[in-house]
């Protein structure tokens, strides 16, 4: 049974990208839906409603997941899992998370409807936030399910316009009592697929991405603090003006990345001034810092030399500066078997493959603390990714999708303990 041969037999997939992609439109293009926004719980019903339109059985649990599942005639055994994020980030693509949930059930369609119960019982989940777009975390969906998170971790956490998660939470009707609970300790295997986010594939002539593993990251926020002061009257040497110093921290860092090579990257990708007045010499700024890199000693190394520099830069400009790390995550390998199994499916398909690291976080290197797990990207044109320009060839798309449906027909429809 060559499944992955039969690409294109997915056209409510591309149906339901369609769809999703209304649902937090912005007026200039992209799409914004942040966790428990009213686009994220309407994008959360749409997708309930196509998992029961599957005839999925159709659940959440208390943070929000969205799960379908095809019961397995074994219980017992664990559990298959696909699937990946609703929420994006501000102004974000059409594929980035849509791809992979709206891939999955479209898979699990199909395998019922081909080959009926399984033995391993499969389910497609849209976890509720990945990307850290509203509140200063990430992986609140995958991580709850993991356990990195407990419920009530939401309550101290807060967005920009000062609504704590556990709030909002609630406010979207989760959170509760009686609902049930976000750990799972019985799933076996956990395959998403993604858009690559990057150019690799594009590049190489390559259809699908092999996942070999995924980079670490640090994300902190700095602030810097200086004095507020009339921009007429301060004399040049009297200024600890906090913008000027954070550009040049800024400048720095990036100087920095490009020097550490290696295939390190340092992003600052938001900076707000206080108090943003023209006339006003900045009294604070704070800023975000992402740093990613495939080994752990390096993420470390080049973190603790970029906040040494910017206390350097702060001493000499008579500022105050403060970093908060608020995502430490660690390079994770994929399964070995597994991205061996979906390299051998795209041969067999005769889909030009390519194994690769991946650039982005992904919910695959929570779930690969409690279970299998493997990734396999789909190009992403130009490479463009968060960004309304992020697009996916629908031939892609349906190639991608038979390759994870293949995956799954052979986890699922056996024992899958074979390894
Ligand atoms: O930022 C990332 O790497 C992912 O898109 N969340
Ligand atoms: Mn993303
Ligand atoms: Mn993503």
Not at 375 to 400: C, D, N, Q, W
Request: proline content about 4%; aromatic content about 6%; charged content about 25%.
């Amino acid at each position: 049974m060559n499944i992955a041969a039969e690409s294109g037999a997915f056209p409510d997939m591309m149906r339901l990208l369609e769809e999703l992609g209304r649902i937090g439109r912005e007026p200039g293009g992209g799409v914004t839906r942040l966790l428990y926004t009213p686009s994220w719980c309407e994008a959360q019903r749409l997708l309930a409603d196509r998992m029961a339109d599957a005839g999925l059985e159709v659940r959440y649990d208390r943070a929000g997941n969205l799960y379908g599942r095809l019961p397995g005639t074994r219980p017992d055994l664990p559990v298959v899992l696909t699937g990946s994020h609703v929420d994006t980030v501000r102004v974000g693509g059409n594929y980035d998370g849509a791809a992979g949930i709206a891939a999955g059930i479209a898979a699990l369609s199909y395998l019922k409807r081909r080959f009926g119960t399984p033995v391993r019982t499969l389910e497609v989940v849209s976890f509720c936030e990945e990307e850290g777009s509203r509140f200063p975390l990430t992986y609140w969906g995958s991580g709850s399910i993991e356990g990195r998170y407990r419920i009530g971790d939401g309550t101290g956490i807060y967005d920009a316009e000062g609504v704590s998660l556990d709030e909002a939470m609630k406010a979207a009707g989760f959170g509760r009592g009686g609902q049930p609970d976000c750990r799972r300790t019985d799933i076996g295997d956990y395959v998403e697929l993604h858009i690559e986010q990057g150019v690799v594939l594009e590049a190489a002539g390559r259809r699908i991405g092999v996942v070999e593993s995924i980079v670490g990251q640090r994300r902190y926020g700095i602030t810097v603090t200086g004095t507020s002061n009339h921009a007429g009257t301060t004399p040049m040497s009297y200024r600890a003006d906090a913008l000027a110093g954070a550009a040049e921290m800024i400048i720095k860092v990036e100087e920095m990345a490009w020097q550490a090579g290696r295939g390190l990257v340092a992003t600052v990708g938001r900076i707000e001034a206080w108090p943003n007045t023209p006339n006003v010499v900045p009294g604070q700024v704070r800023f975000s810092l992402d740093i990613r890199h495939t080994e752990s000693y390096m993420l470390n190394e080049f973190s603790e030399a970029a906040l040494e520099t910017f206390r350097g830069i702060a001493a000499v400009r008579k500022l105050r500066m403060e970093a908060a790390c608020w995502v430490k995550t660690e390079p994770v390998p994929m399964d070995g078997a597994l991205a061996g199994r979906i390299e051998r499916l795209c041969i067999e398909a005769n889909l030009p493959c390519l194994r690769m690291v991946s650039g982005a976080g992904h919910d695959a290197q929570i779930m690969a603390a409690v279970s299998r797990a493997a990734m396999l990207f789909v190009p992403s044109r130009g490479g463009i990714s968060h960004a309304k320009e992020e697009y996916t060839e629908p031939a892609h798309l349906s190639e991608g999708t038979a390759v994870l449906t293949a995956c799954l027909h052979e986890l699922a429809y056996t024992t899958g303990v074979d390894g």
